[in-house]
């Protein structure tokens, strides 16, 4: 086996560990708030959610498009050489770009994971592909224009969207009902619930299962396995299926430490509030995917689940818990990105296959470190609903924390 292909074959298998990854954090999106309000028992909401990724995976191409030409510039779009990689870039460089993109994508999912904070998958993916590419082009391999009109504006304009409709949606619902016994009104929504929280979960596997189906396209492209001008009609079947596996995968694992955040953590919430931030999510997910806008669903929900704290008569949101998420968003792009650059960094300095081994190695290392800090303070569907400890203000149950003091999940 050739260098160039066993990098490429590396970096296929990180990609899915990305998507899988991309899952189990993207879980809470979708049911944390039916998990909260007991319209799912947790097992079944995880099962499906992975069910419903599994379907969306393979409904559009439209944000895998967007991966393969609106983030890198690797290929020459213009001209005789429309096609060709960039001046100075061969196949096997290519590669040990995406590569460390990944694994700076990968990295941080794990670590906000860790700490149970709700970061956008989606932004991590970015950050890393595009630290890695100034590292070995410059900021001529970025394209800005892309990045700032399909990732940047969407991300700020998405959760104060998705806010605003929640919080609409919210008032109107509780306006609506206000001569309904709550007992009743509960019920109903809890209800609802099932079906939103559902649509939620496709529209994800139609968004986020896209964005691991574009990086593969894009190494595909770079080693001259796929046409750049084919990806906007359809992928090889065994890049969908392969990537609709992984998500859904991820996804029935449940990563139960950010559902528990975003269902307990932001706002003690009632079905009524579940339903409105989960269609006002679906509304707002389904609508960028088919625009091919790379949104994250991590932003769109936790916008909603604000939302509907807001949009509530006298309900509370715990504006600190928000507080830490909002520092994570701002820090996903730049530090996914410093590991992206230093990684490839290892790599080119290494050179060849043996680079990107070493770097597999890493990434091996550092997530099996970082799964064994989680089994310490362990959250899963036993106590993901447990009441939120107002002491300590994270994810971890205050039971848990007595017992085994870390500095995993603390202020």
């Not at 160039?4 to 298998?13: A, F, T």
């Not at 599994?54 to 191409?61: I, P, Y």
């Not at 899963?380 to 994810?395: L, P, Y």
Request: aromatic share 6%; hydrophobic share 50%; charged share 10%.
């Amino acid at each position: 086996m050739s260098a160039e292909m066993l990098i490429l074959v590396l970096l296929v298998v990180t990609a899915l560990g990305f998507d899988f990854t991309n899952g189990f954090h993207d879980t809470g999106n979708a049911m944390a708030t039916s998990i909260a309000t007991g319209a799912l028992k947790p097992k079944v909401a995880v099962t499906i959610a992975a069910i419903l990724n599994l379907v969306g995976a393979f409904l559009s191409v439209q944000v895998a498009a967007t991966i393969t030409k609106d983030v890198l510039k690797i290929q020459q779009t213009k001209g005789p050489g429309a096609g060709d990689l960039v001046s100075g870039l061969d196949g096997q460089k290519a590669l040990v770009i995406i590569f460390a993109g990944l694994i700076g994508g990968i990295l941080w999912n794990l670590f906000t994971w860790l700490f149970g904070l709700p970061s956008s998958s989606s932004h991590a993916l970015f950050g890393g592909l595009i630290g890695s590419g100034l590292a070995a082009i410059g900021t001529s391999g970025v394209n800005w224009e892309g990045i700032t009109q399909k990732i940047i504006i969407p991300a700020l304009l998405a959760p104060v969207i998705a806010l605003l409709v929640a919080a609409l949606g919210t008032w109107l619902i509780y306006a609506i009902t206000s001569k309904i016994v709550d007992s009743k009104k509960e019920g109903g929504f809890r209800t609802g619930q099932i079906a939103t929280a559902s649509l939620v979960s496709l529209a994800h596997g139609t968004g986020d299962a896209q964005k691991t189906m574009g990086v593969i396209a894009l190494a595909l492209i770079a080693t001259g396995h796929l046409s750049a001008g084919s990806v906007s009609e359809g992928l090889p079947i065994w890049i969908v299926f392969s990537c609709a596996i992984a998500i859904a995968a991820g996804t029935y694992l449940g990563g139960w430490r950010i559902i528990r955040t975003l269902g307990k953590g932001l706002v003690e919430i009632k079905a009524p509030q579940g339903l409105a931030a989960e269609a006002s999510s679906a509304a707002i997910i389904l609508t960028s995917s088919a625009a091919g806008m790379a949104l994250s669903t991590t932003h769109v929900a936790t916008g909603s689940i604000l939302g509907s704290g807001v949009g509530k008569p006298g309900a509370s949101v715990r504006w600190g818990v928000a507080g830490r998420m909002i520092v994570a968003w701002v820090t996903t792009l730049p530090l996914a990105g410093l590991v992206g650059a230093a990684t490839f960094f290892i790599a080119n300095s290494i050179g060849g296959a043996a680079g990107a081994i070493v770097i597999f190695v890493i990434l091996v290392a550092l997530s099996g470190y970082m799964y064994w800090r989680a089994q310490q303070q362990k959250v899963d569907h036993n106590n993901v609903n447990a009441d939120w400890d107002e002491k300590s203000n994270t994810m971890i149950p205050a039971e848990i924390a007595a017992e085994s003091p870390s500095t995993v999940g603390t202020r």
